[in-house]
């Protein structure tokens, strides 16, 4: 299985981004998905899950309502929208498939890892 994130950037708070994770070798359709982050210095974190069929979506906390998951199974791709960005949104994204139909905030629920895509938010 390959997860290809892309789509980071430079951008200025208050900006946007739309990262993008293609998958291929596995059926993308039967598996939830989700986007973590990883700052300089800190663990890395959940930002949002989608289930398989994409009818289930959850955000942390610090993300709702800024940002948005949606996945396009028959291209096998999950997109996070990145709204109203901020400086303490800087850091690389990872996207991971779940082992489930389900997704989960956990890293523990999830078999697949991207390489990660670094987003920059300059104040």
């Known amino acids: 299985v390959q997860l290809q994130a892309s789509g980071g950037g430079l951008v200025q708070a208050g900006g946007s981004l739309r990262l993008s994770c293609a998958a291929s070798?596995?059926?993308?359709?039967?598996?939830?998905m989700g986007w973590f982050r990883q700052a300089p210095g800190k663990e890395r974190e959940s930002v949002a899950t989608?289930?398989?069929?994409?009818?289930?979506?959850d955000y942390a906390d610090y993300v709702r309502e800024r940002f948005t998951i949606s996945r396009d199974n028959a291209k096998n791709t999950v997109f996070l929208q990145m709204n109203s960005l901020k400086p303490e949104d800087t850091a690389l994204y990872y996207c991971?498939?779940?082992?489930?139909?389900?997704?989960?905030?956990?890293?523990?629920?999830?078999?697949?890892w991207g390489r990660g895509t670094q987003v920059t938010v300059s104040s």
């Open positions: 991971a498939m779940s082992s489930y139909y389900r997704a989960f905030r956990s890293e523990s629920g999830y078999d697949y």
């Open positions: 070798g596995r059926t993308f359709s039967r598996y939830g």
């Open positions: 989608i289930s398989a069929s994409g009818g289930t979506t």
